[in-house]
């Protein structure tokens, strides 16, 4: 069974714009009528809320998007899809468990400090990224370095 945009967007609480922006990314699919109007397949309601679902929880777009490449575009997926899908997340959710716990552990010498320095804030250079970035001894003695790359 197909519904239109409007339709999918009323009964996803969504509006007809971010529909159409999620169609553009590749997380949704449609198709065209006859009278050249855009169809959805009625599964994509579910895939809404998965999408706005996995958004609450801090996956990116692109990361849902990836997942979502391995359900069917046009109908709805089975159960096994739908775990397997699933189960892939995990790892992407863990993972961003352990960077909220982390961040909330530096966030408390951070606060009233105020220095955001590269060498020593946590939050402002998490993991020290800049230094994973450039490897040797001018990434963190040249800033000129980071600003011409970044
Ligand atoms: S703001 Fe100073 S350590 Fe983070």
Redesign the pocket.
Known sequence: MEISVGEAAKRSGMAVSALHFYEKKGLIHSWRNQGNQRRYHRSVIRRLAVIKAAQEVGLSLDEIATSLQALPKHQAPTRKQWDTMAAQWQAQLQHKILQMQALQK?LG??IG?????LE?????NPQDVRAEKYTGQSSLTNPEDWNAEL
Request: charged letters at 10%; hydrophobic letters at 25%; glycine letters at 8%.
């Open positions: 530096d010498s951070c400090c105020g220095c955001l320095s020593t804030c946590a939050i402002y």
